[in-house]
């Protein structure tokens, strides 16, 4: 292969990989916005703190999922 392929190859796989780390960012927005949301609830109804918090759990665990699928996607797109 040209050697000058090989670099634009290199360079194109880099941005492609950044582009997919955008998804990092949703994923700690989301989180953020699950702890808030579970604060708030709590501060208007003490008494639902357990329910509450499994409810915060799952959300966190989804938004988290969504993170790491992002980052194993850059990851593919840069070393393969």
Sequence with gaps: MDKNFVLLL????????????IGLLGSGIGIGIVFAGL????????????????YALLGFA????????ALVMSVLILYT
Aim: net charge positive; glycine share 12%.
């Design 10 to 21: 290199k360079g194109l796989k880099a941005i492609g990989a950044g582009s997919a780390c």
């Design 39 to 54: 604060i708030k609830a709590y501060a208007i109804n003490p008494k639902l703190k357990d329910e509450l918090f499994n």
């Design 62 to 69: 989804l938004s988290e999922a969504v993170g790491l699928f």
